[in-house]
């Protein structure tokens, strides 16, 4: 394998020579494999192809180490570009060509209709248009964090260009001098509907501009222009460089150039023998028939699969919130976190970085910024590009912490949050200000879904803890596990929940553990589990139950989307269930726990007490009276029903 | 009440003076309910105020009739200056000063911590940043199409300007030439954190030209300046115009000017005192006690609510698809749609709109385009924006249809659409492509939450048709009906479902009833309830488990998140229940009717089948063959669920 790189001032006559042979192979590949599958998107790799070629053959790679640590990262952003980029990553020795060839597009193989990280040489799954940038910039902060000096491509479609999320990820990358961020875009004035000029118009250099990149304009077709373009970027420390590249939809064939068509359609039996006659090249390399042998047999190489790191962290020793500390779970959050960042520090150096969205006040992450600067990324008002930008750094090594409101860091970025899990990643979300306990902001601010809404995410582990010792003690676990975690708190200062003899209730001998449900107090004539927030009325309302002679066990469950067999079943045993959350009645603890014990074949009387309606502005407390969710009328609704059930 | 307009050169005397006298009416009210609530933001209000008291004082609007249809519409975008926004509408007349100030922030009346369309004179509930601009765009599309010469001006903060969807939404009303549209830009350069140009810097002005908007710069609080700027942008018929206007955070109160902390936080009682002094005002202006007497006493004038307004649409006639047709639930839809546009078409007129994002042909819309190009927008790859501005619209009395890829249409912009059910809004959000159904577009573009996701947002009624005839009826029904609903569907070509006699199912006599499940089959040994694309494999599985004697019953049930009672009361005398979704199998269908089972009491043994994890690209059969959701591996795993239970 000929290896290049942006040393010399311009391409070497070897590589020229390569690039035009590889460029016909890369062709005939992407018509082949799209013929194949029949579908895919011929003219945007066609397109792309002297960028991907230039750019992967000169890039800091190894085939034979595709996840070497100080390789450069090639995010490409519009990730349907998928034949032109495996055309060019086979040529590179990544897999070899006739695998892709045959398994495109098909559930045999990993070679995805769009791009795929469990392909080696991609960096990143991406499909989703608008957010490979902001990946990048999360690759780009993993590397200056882990002092490597390497470089991130992002090869990103016109079209795209329409994303908002973009002007987002630039002004984050302008900020933060993430200089070693280099953009090129596939400008072939073509996306599905037609001219992107008519689709949206739109002044794409102009836009680059206005957040502070340089940007030029170059033949995507020559060679040595694209080179020179990539290498002038990497000489400029003052600035990130997008380079806007003219092309051909459709390159090099000669009935799909300029033609929105072939966007997103492979060619059709006549089409596919038209190109192969107009190669000129030896019909024996058309032949489609070993390919179509090969899929039948099923036979590919196996490939290696992408690493799944994440650092080792120690969780330190937790704090204990004394019975009667008056404090909110966003403290005891912050405070951990810092905690855990310094016990795991290496002088300036910690394995974890927090993104904040003009909320580091509220959310509480003010003593990890003091104590590990470098490591706290302020991006504003801009939430879909953090949600993306923290996802992708979760990747790197670094545990990612995104802090944020719930409304902002749920009901926002929940498709970011969505492909990074498909990445494999490891992104630590935590929200304050779920539920209704916001403050006086009102409905738009009450996150009334975070569990209805993040349960979808087949890797997202959710976490909603009852006060500020569990906070402190989930937090720790959290950071000290690899995968997708999510972290919930609303804003008002909570009563710490104590056993029955006065003392702490998650602190001394308690250890946090997936899915338990935690036994507050126990009662015979029926049970109440409570989440989060509300726990604290919850107990209110049976204490004062249990003077009126109805005794009931209260028990606590942080992870409502999956509790243990044996608590569901112990649930069972009980006379009736009553659940209380700060969450919309429809899709949160009552509903995981209702289908969990039909699951578990069992029946009985359930009461579900959460949020039945969007909720007005007001104080905590009033609010949940609005709702009639504070102690006095859970303990009502709770007698009333038990009443009914016992009548 | 005194009315202004845009109609003479500069600013009356009479005019200068009321605003001298209103300024400080206005400002002590902001600072005497941020104070009383505790909370709040009075920095921007005040930063905003002269804007507002220009603005709704000429914008052609009648406090008596706040919903005139002629009005024009003042979209706050930064709703957090509620304070600005109520003191100014109180002084024009939309509701009595002294109840906004007593209850403001308070679950006792509408005057929300962000603005709430409940509030007469408010058009849109905003708060989540960035969506103004896209709702006002919908209300212009609104005003354009009934024909109705109204302009839709757009306060909005500068922090506010980070967010992406700000781009989308003015490349759109600058490709729509919605020159109607007029933004004012509160740039007081302060956020919650500190200052805009160290959170994240941004050349505003830039942007809003890249965007070919034309933009001036303007003293924001000299209220000539920002009448003859707004009577400019009205005067201009060539481009929209985004007016900065440098303002001052806290304008007006000494100590508040320029902090940062006054974004957020209302006076505290010393700072309220000396608010108090150096207004140089009647001490008794400054007493709070009739408020606070107020609130006590519960004391508000009931406030007209804002109309609902939906539009009278009949449905047609259903089309009939033949037992033997092959088709697609898209192609139904968009035959539908055109029919239904057609069936309530006045002339060039219909009352219903459709968006697009570069996806026409495949979410087959065209024959609605072709029909009525004025009525459809192609909004381009900017799906934020578009799902914001067709929510918007979906008030102004024409049926505002979203269509899109089920990915984009909801895990992308589910905050928009809670934020149009919020604001009452009739959206239809019509998504193809959901499910493992999408073709050979691989993991990101398979929308497997459909239901999970978006029966979180109150309003939302969902639908998942079985076939090409029911998909008919439903949206016909959905059209008829207001409120927001979502049909779903996949991209493949279906079996039409029909009856033991051979015909049609979902046709002749059937009508459309939400909620209903409907019997395709009926069996003694157990019910298998399906949803939406796998219903033929599932009537393939259960047709081949009769011939092996195993006679078990068949429904679909297009309202996974409604049944009705009696459907669940029918399932329940089953010996056993099978579900089939194409959908996360934690979160959907399965997961409905578990609930729903249980809440009244019934248990049985459940067998949920649907999506387990990401799947990869393939064509539909082989992509549910990788998910054992076949016709052959749905059938297997009945046989060995219904063995094993009866054993």
Same mark, same amino acid.
């Given at each position: 394998m000929r290896r290049w790189s942006f040393g010399p001032e311009t391409l070497s006559a070897d590589y020229l020579e390569w690039h035009e042979s590889a460029r016909a192979q890369c062709r005939r590949e992407i018509v082949q494999m799209t013929h194949l599958a029949d579908s895919g998107h011929p003219g945007g790799s066609l397109s792309s192809l002297d960028v991907y070629l230039v750019l992967y053959s000169h890039a800091n790679l190894d085939p034979q180490n595709p996840w070497a640590r100080e390789r450069d990262r090639i995010v490409?952003?519009?990730?349907?570009?998928s034949p032109g980029v495996y055309s060019v990553l086979a040529r590179l020795g990544y897999f070899p060509p006739e695998d892709v060839i045959a398994h495109f597009r098909r559930t045999s193989h990993v070679f995805e209709g769009h791009i795929e990280r469990e392909a080696p040489g991609v960096e990143w799954t991406t499909? @989703?248009?608008?957010?490979g940038l902001s990946a990048a910039a999360g690759m780009a902060l993993g590397l200056r964090l882990r002092g490597i000096a390497a470089r991130v491509f992002v090869p990103m479609g016109d079209g795209e260009q329409q994303k908002g999320q973009i002007a987002e990820a630039r002004r984050f990358i302008a900020k933060y001098a993430l200089h070693n961020v280099t953009v090129i875009i $596939? %400008? @072939? %004035?073509?996306?599905i509907g037609g001219e992107t000029a008519k689709i949206m118009p739109q002044r794409i250099e102009d836009g680059w501009r206005a957040d502070g990149w340089h940007t030029v304009e170059i033949d995507g077709h020559d060679p040595v222009a694209i080179y020179r373009a990539l290498r002038s970027a990497a000489g400029d420390a003052a600035q990130p460089h997008a380079i806007i590249a003219n092309s051909v939809m459709g390159k090099g064939v000669s009935f799909m150039e @300029?033609?929105? $068509?072939f966007h997103g359609r492979g060619p059709k039996p006549d089409e596919y023998a038209r190109a192969a006659k107009e190669s000129g090249e030896d019909p024996a390399l058309w032949n489609l028939e070993p390919y179509r042998a090969r899929a039948a047999a099923g036979a590919k190489r196996p490939l290696p699969k992408p690493p799944n790191e994440y650092p080792r962290i120690v969780p330190g020793e937790p704090r204990t919130y004394a019975g009667d500390t008056k404090t909110d779970n966003r403290s005891a959050f912050g405070a951990a976190l810092a905690d855990v960042a310094k016990a795991n520090a290496r002088g300036t150096f910690t394995p974890i970085a927090v993104f904040d969205c003009d909320l580091e006040g509220s959310v509480k992450t003010e003593a990890f910024h003091a104590a590990f600067p470098a490591h706290f990324f302020e991006a504003g008002i801009q939430e879909h590009h953090t949600a993306a930008c923290a996802g992708a750094l979760s990747i790197e090594g670094i545990a990612s912490v995104f802090a944020d409101f719930g409304v902002f860091g749920i009901c926002e970025t929940y498709n970011q949050h969505r492909l990074t899990d498909i990445n494999h990643g490891h992104l630590k979300l935590v929200c304050t200000? /779920?539920?209704? $306990?916001?403050?006086? $902001?009102g409905k738009t601010h009450q996150c009334i879904d975070y569990v209805g809404v993040l %349960? @979808? /995410?087949?890797?997202m582990r959710i976490i909603v803890p009852a006060d500020p010792n569990q906070t402190d003690r989930a937090l720790r676990y959290l950071l000290a596990e690899p995968g997708m975690f999510f972290l919930g708190m609303g804003r008002s200062k909570l009563p710490v929940i104590t056993a029955e003899d006065g003392s702490p209730y998650f602190a001394g001998g308690y250890r946090f553990e997936p899915g338990r449900g935690d036994w507050i107090r126990r009662g015979a004539q029926g049970i109440v589990v409570a989440m989060g927030t509300v726990t604290g009325r919850a107990f209110q309302a049976v204490s004062a139950l249990a003077k009126e002679g109805l005794a009931l066990g209260l028990a606590h469950l942080a992870m409502p989307a999956e509790p243990t067999a044996d608590f569901i079943d112990e649930i069972a045993r009980a006379p009736l269930l009553v659940t209380v959350e700060d969450h919309s009645v429809r899709t949160g603890l009552g509903e995981c726990l209702a289908a969990a014990l039909f699951a578990r074949g069992h029946a009985l009387p359930h009461l579900r007490l959460g949020v039945e309606r969007y909720a007005p502005s007001g104080g905590a407390n009033s609010v949940f009276l609005s709702q009639r969710l504070d102690a006095e009328s859970i303990q009502e609704r709770i007698r009333d029903f038990a009443c009914a059930r016992t009548r």
């Open positions: 490409v952003s519009h990730g349907h570009t499909g @989703n248009l608008g957010q $596939d %400008r @072939n %004035r073509l996306q @300029n033609k929105a $068509d200000h /779920i539920g209704l $306990d916001v403050g006086e $902001d %349960r @979808n /995410i087949f890797g």
